[in-house]
């Protein structure tokens, strides 16, 4: 099965099963992959009615399988993710005075990937993003990129390596006519720009907003506007700083699956690193999670060695220690450390999480929030 049409037996399984908000979604990945404009008018008609009827979901259900139905017929191009888009070696960076130092940094990402980067304030997050993205320059180490073309110049370049900052600039007039602008610099027909401007519009969720200014947009949707901006241009290599920053937790899910599921495109991957503070979502999507601590790499791959195999709780939980302590009694307990709000609890690797669970039920112990955090980069910071 081709991968186009494995995309497309998901959106069937999410409509089948009534499932339109992310189902709608990836109906439109799917759209956006078969670059057919005629595709795109009908998924453009669609988003409109869908957002003039909102609640006749069965309808949607019908018009999206039969929108569905011609997608699945429109061959489309799959491109090759085999070879790493960027790879760093050892990369050193020191500021100045040598106040702060970032590396050795070694980092390979191929399109279709998207990696997270973690990390407390002040830790190299954004001086990382910006080496990787050609925007500051690195003392030590090699940096090199392989794009489907060699760039022509530092305009083509910035095309194809993209860094949004976490505040970014001002813009004046609509947000549609802002991202028309976009293609028309590349030289895109009216007719063709007018339909590419809308499907991205309607991709992004900003259908809704499209005649919106800056001013008027809130900074989830300024966010969105930047994706949709860069998006258009076709980007290789997209580096994204905090743009989780000023959203709620359900704003920061769905614009993290939206980013997943771009990045994996069919003919057009994108290979993804997003700095966050949003650990646990950000785990959930990525391939890898990059954590910096003091400018020193590590990631999640260190985690699955055998040394590192110790089951690790963090509970939330107004209890006393004492009452946890009794509660682990027969169990294998290394530790137990309180960092001021939850608990965190080491046990023995031949220890199972559901086995503590019941314990914790069993002694009828108020719990606010477990989590087995054995394999996330939680490990790090708590430790
Ligand atoms: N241009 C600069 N000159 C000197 N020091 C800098 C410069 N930019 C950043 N730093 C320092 O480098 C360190 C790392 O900063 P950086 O912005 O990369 O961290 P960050 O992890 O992105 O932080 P945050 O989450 O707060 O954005 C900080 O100590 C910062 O003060």
Known sequence: MTKHQHRVNEVYHFFDNKDTVLGFRKLLDCAMDTQNMQIYKEAIEL?????????????????????????????VHEHSLEKSVLRARNILK?????????GPVSVEINKGQVYGLVGENGNGKTTLLRILA????????????????????????RTKLVYIPQRTEKWYGSLKDNLKFVLSNYGVKPEENETRTLMMIARLGLWNYKHLKWSELSSGYKMRFELARTLLRQPEILLLDEPLANLDVLAQ???LEDLKSIANSV?????????????????????????????????????????NSHLIIEIDTPESREKLLEVFKDFNLEKLNFNGGVYVAYFS????????ISALGNARTELVYIRNISSSTRRFFVN
């Open 267 to 307: 003919n057009n991957p994108i290979a993804l690193i997003l700095s966050s503070q949003q650990l646990y979502e950000v785990e959930k999507v990525s391939d890898k999670v990059i954590f910096l601590k003091n400018g020193q790499y590590k990631d999640n791959s260190e985690l699955q060695n055998a040394e």
């Open 47 to 75: 988003t409109d009615w869908k957002e003039k009827y909102p609640t006749y979901t069965e309808e949607l259900i019908e018009k999206s399988k039969n929108l569905l139905q011609k997608i699945e017929k429109i061959p």
């Open 134 to 157: 050609k925007e500051i320059s690195f003392n030590e180490g090699e940096l090199n990129y392989s794009f489907n073309v060699e760039p022509k110049d530092e305009y083509d370049l």
């Open 253 to 255: 899910q769905v614009i």
């Open 94 to 102: 020191s500021y100045g005075s040598n106040r702060f130092s970032l």
């Open 349 to 356: 690797s031949e220890t199972e999480f559901y086995d503590v």
